[in-house]
Nanobody, 118 residues
C-alpha cells in the first residue's frame, strides 16, 4: 500500500524559510511525478511545484524564484525549499505522487500546515 509521509511545516515569520519533505513507502517502483500542492482556507487546492522523471520541473507563477523543488532517486523522496515566505503562502501543503507503472494512480499525503505571520 502506497503511503506518503510529509514533514517540515510550521510557523515562520514573513521573509523566513521552510523545507518540506515527503517520502513514499509501500513500493519500490519509481514514481513518474512528485509534487506539492497547497490549499488555503476557503480556496481550492492549487499546484505549488512538481517534478517528473528526468528532473523536469514546473512551478506556479506565484512561487517562481522563491521555491525550489528537488527529488531523490530512487527513494521517491521530494523536497521543496521555500524562501522569502509571505503571509499569503499560508495553508495546508500536500504531497502528491503519480505512478504510471506498478501501483498506477495518484496518491496524496495527509498534508502539513504552513503558517506565515506578518
Amino acid at each position: 500500500q502506497v503511503q506518503l509521509v510529509e514533514s517540515g511545516g510550521g510557523l515562520v515569520q514573513a521573509g523566513g524559510s521552510l523545507r518540506l519533505s515527503c517520502s513514499v513507502s509501500g513500493t519500490l517502483i519509481g514514481a513518474y511525478a512528485m509534487g506539492w500542492y497547497r490549499q488555503a482556507p476557503g480556496k481550492q487546492r492549487e499546484l505549488v511545484a512538481k517534478v517528473t522523471n528526468g528532473d523536469v520541473t514546473d512551478y506556479a507563477d506565484f512561487v517562481k524564484s522563491r521555491f525550489t523543488i528537488s527529488r531523490l532517486y530512487p527513494k521517491n523522496t521530494v523536497y521543496v525549499r521555500m524562501n522569502s515566505l509571505k503571509p499569503e503562502d499560508t495553508g495546508a501543503y500536500y504531497c502528491k505522487t503519480q505512478f504510471i507503472v506498478g501501483p498506477k494512480g495518484d496518491y496524496w499525503g495527509q498534508g502539513t500546515q504552513v503558517t506565515v505571520s506578518s
